[in-house]
């Protein structure tokens, strides 16, 4: 038995946080992630890079960026993609520590470019922003970078003594920054540090994608240890002023943070998150290799909601269609959907994890960590794969991202008043 996925994207060996630089360049997909290639923890980042031509099957490639120079002497964090003039532009934060117990830091924007999106060379004017912004900290990354009527725009995770918050700022070569002003942040409420931020237009919106640290849980809501949500409002790059809502969870289960999007070349807004949660126990470990991202997800706004479905090409991965009439089934490389008429329980990888209906509360219980909300759930799709499991309510209405451990043979069951019980066996991608 191993815990290594069929379907999702693992490192092939060593620790992987964040999804980065994702793009789509020359036709090809591309996936980047925080890398440590030397051994199953995190320590000094790297940049891993694989290509795909349809996000499902990914082909591992040299790492791309290491640390090295001065300005990202002890990791090259988190960031993004932009291609400019047909060179593909990677945006990412060097990391400096500044004492021995890795606490005070210089955090830097560089730049890295590759014609062959292959071989990349850190940019001559790195770095590009290393002043720490004006109501922000040293804590200052994970550049996010898009372009918009013919003007290059950058957004920062940072904080204050007490508050996470994103600074714009904008370019007209991609290269010389200027610095516009917090945008985002200072409520109180969400916080001390916001990473990963990503601005994006959606449906006629601008959504802001943060992964918050510090949130207090409050009722059933903010359970992780970290939280990845999102604003849905309106975007003035003038003022420049960020207008929104109220702060959303984006997924509802265990393991889901660093989320990160792109566009591709059929206008889908692509969504890839990293599928672990900071400080827990990671049982992949004795394997040689730490950590999974998720399933792709297409995204929409519906009713000022963000809905995640997975990319149409998931079911390129659907081998056998079985309408189920036993209640129990076994396999690593499952999807399984049905409709709830009434209550239901599914009973995942022996009893390692449980997934409820109850009236209109839906729980899933991982050994007795629960995660619970209230929603009219009449749909579902559901995926094993080895040691994780996501749950699309309503076609992604809400979603459930976890990884689960099995402690044997993955059986799984399901009881209470379902219909059109269907499972589909997928194929080993990876
Ligand atoms: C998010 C994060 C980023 C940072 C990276 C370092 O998980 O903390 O803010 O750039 O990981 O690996």
């Known amino acids: 038995m191993t815990y290594r996925p069929h379907f999702h994207f693992a490192p092939p060996f060593g620790w992987m946080n964040d999804p980065n630089g994702l793009c789509q360049f020359d036709g090809t997909y591309h996936l980047f992630y925080q890398y440590h290639p030397f051994g199953v923890e995190w320590d000094d980042m790297h940049w891993g890079h694989a290509t795909s031509s349809d996000l499902i099957h990914w082909e591992h490639k040299p790492i791309a960026l290491r640390p090295g120079k001065t300005y990202d002497r002890d990791g090259v964090f988190s960031g993004s993609a932009l291609i400019v003039d047909d060179v593909l532009h990677l945006y990412y934060t060097g990391n400096v520590w500044l004492d021995e117990k890795r606490e005070a830091l210089k955090q830097v924007q560089c730049l ?4 062959d999106g292959v071989t990349f060379t850190k940019h001559s004017a790195n770095p590009l922003i290393s002043n720490e912004p004006k109501g922000g900290n040293a804590h200052v990354r994970d550049p996010k970078v898009w372009t918009a009527n013919g003007r290059h725009y950058m957004v920062l995770g940072t904080r204050d003594a007490t508050d996470g918050k994103v600074v714009l700022y ?9 610095e516009r002003g917090v945008v985002a942040g200072e409520t109180g409420e969400h916080g001390w540090i916001w990473e990963c931020p990503d601005l994006f237009h959606l449906d ?7 992964s918050p640290q510090g949130m207090e849980p409050n009722g059933d809501r903010y359970h992780n240890l970290h939280q990845c949500g999102y604003f849905v409002g309106e975007l003035d790059v003038e003022t420049p002023v960020y207008t929104h809502g109220a702060f959303t969870e984006l997924d509802y289960g265990h393991d889901f943070y660093a989320a990160q999007t792109f566009l591709d070349d059929q206008g889908r807004r692509i969504l890839i998150a990293w599928n672990a949660m900071w400080k827990r126990d990671w049982p992949e470990q004795a394997e040689g290799w730490t950590n999974q991202m998720t399933l792709p997800r297409e995204l929409s706004l519906q009713d000022g909601r963000l809905v995640m479905t997975p990319i149409e090409e998931v ?4 081998q056998t269609c079985e309408i189920l009439q036993d209640p129990t089934f076994e396999g690593d490389a499952l999807e399984l959907t049905f409709e709830a008429v009434g209550d239901f329980t599914l009973h995942c990888y022996g009893n390692t994890a449980t997934f409820s209906k109850r009236g209109d509360e839906f729980e899933l219980n991982r050994n007795g960590d629960i995660r619970r909300i209230r929603a009219n759930g009449r749909t579902f799709r559901i995926f094993f794969d080895a040691s994780s499991i996501e749950i699309f309510v309503n076609d992604g209405e809400y979603v459930f991202s976890s990884r689960v451990y ?3 043979q993955a059986r799984h069951s399901i009881s209470g008043d379902v219909k059109n019980l269907t499972l589909y066996r997928l194929a080993t991608a990876t």
């Open 204 to 210: 006629g919106q601008d959504v802001l994608l943060i």
């Open 170 to 178: 904008d370019s007209d070569d991609a290269i010389h920054w200027t």
């Open 406 to 408: 099995p402690a044997q």
């Open 112 to 115: 890295a470019t590759s014609t």
């Open 315 to 318: 079911k390129t991965l659907r």
